[in-house]
């Protein structure tokens, strides 16, 4: 069975985002802290602004910095994962439409908060409650640039998805031997694989708050792209987690939070309304 590794990733205060030693993390886990994040791997670059939903969040620490995705999903909250906003997050700046991350975009609104929520049980089981809410003090103006990704309606919370072809979305790394994520905002198609399927690869880690996408041709997500989203028919159904152990290229599956899982959670800690 393979390892999972969390898939989140820090920079440095100079130049260069870094990832974040696991030793740490409990082998059998290796969640991704907030200096290691998972990048699109096999996918492309996206057109600016085609993923208006799409989040950067710079995380930061008393000793640095880190970097995860999210996806806005009203004008005051944005959905991340709970793992990105573990071990000391001081604050956030939410970056919204936004393609490369290293320029000051005439599209790109900058968002300062340092109000976050965790899932009450993260702590006590981190795979299976790794879902966060960030809220935003001014709210996001919706535009062409930026726009909210709607969740799944209650009718949905039966639909594994199986067989459904979905968009992962994100900075993170594009390739094993990449050292820093990606400038500019990447994408995959990919297909949404059978709960029994992904547990040939990860075992008992693979529960009803998982939701896995295929590795057919390698693709999938890397260090850098934690938290981001994985929609299906423009619908929000994952929140990037985790990749096999091996390496972002293995061709292993990607481990997502299940959305519909958390739908009266989500409605609990945001001010959305839930169909």
Same mark, same amino acid.
């Given at each position: 069975m393979?390892?999972? @590794?969390l ?7 100079? $130049?260069?985002? #870094? ?5 740490? *993390? ?14 699109i #791997?096999?996918?492309n670059?996206?057109?600016?602004n085609?993923?208006?939903?799409? @989040?950067?969040?710079?995380? *930061? ?7 995860c995705?999210?996806?806005? !999903? ?5 959905? $991340?994962?709970a793992?990105?906003?573990d071990?000391g997050?001081i /604050?956030?700046? @939410?970056?919204l439409?936004?393609h490369? !991350?290293r320029?000051?975009?005439?599209t ?5 908060t340092?109000?976050?929520t ?19 003090p001014t ?6 640039? #930026?726009?909210?990704?709607?969740l ?5 919370? /039966?639909n ?7 968009i992962?979305?994100?900075?993170? %790394?594009d ?15 990919? /297909? *949404?694989?059978?709960?029994? #399927?992904?547990?040939v690869?990860?075992?008992? %880690?693979i529960?009803d ?10 693709k999938?997500?890397? %260090?850098?792209?934690?938290?981001g ?5 423009g619908?929000l159904?994952? *929140? ?15 481990g ?5 899982t ?7 800690h945001?001010?959305a @309304?839930i169909?």
């Amino acid at each position: 069975m393979e390892k999972i @590794v969390l898939i989140f990733i820090t920079f440095s205060l100079v $130049t260069a985002y #870094v990832t974040r030693d696991l030793s740490e *993390i409990p082998t059998e886990l290796r969640q991704l802290p907030l200096s290691d994040d998972v990048r699109i #791997v096999g996918g492309n670059e996206a057109a600016p602004n085609s993923l208006p939903y799409q @989040v950067a969040l710079n995380l *930061i620490f008393e000793s640095g910095r880190s970097f995860c995705g999210g996806s806005l !999903i009203t004008r005051r909250y944005v959905l $991340t994962a709970a793992h990105c906003l573990d071990d000391g997050v001081i /604050s956030l700046e @939410v970056l919204l439409g936004t393609h490369n !991350i290293r320029r000051n975009e005439t599209t790109q609104q900058s968002i300062s908060t340092s109000n976050f929520t965790l899932h009450e049980e993260y702590k006590n089981n981190r795979m299976k409650y790794d879902i966060a809410t960030v809220y935003l003090p001014t709210p996001a103006i919706l535009n062409q640039y #930026v726009q909210l990704i709607a969740l799944p309606s209650r009718a949905d919370a /039966s639909n594994s998805f199986v067989g459904s072809e979905a968009i992962a979305s994100g900075w993170g %790394y594009d390739s094993n031997n990449a050292t820093a994520i990606s400038d500019v905002l990447r994408y995959v198609n990919v /297909s *949404i694989i059978a709960d029994d #399927v992904c547990n040939v690869t990860f075992g008992e %880690y693979i529960t009803d708050s998982i939701i896995c996408s295929g590795g057919t041709g390698r693709k999938g997500i890397c %260090y850098g792209d934690s938290g981001g989203p994985l929609v299906v028919n423009g619908k929000l159904v994952g *929140i990037s987690k985790f990749i096999g152990y091996e390496s972002c290229e293995a061709g292993d599956p990607s481990g997502f939070t299940r959305v519909t899982t958390f739908l009266d959670w989500i409605a609990a800690h945001s001010d959305a @309304v839930i169909s």
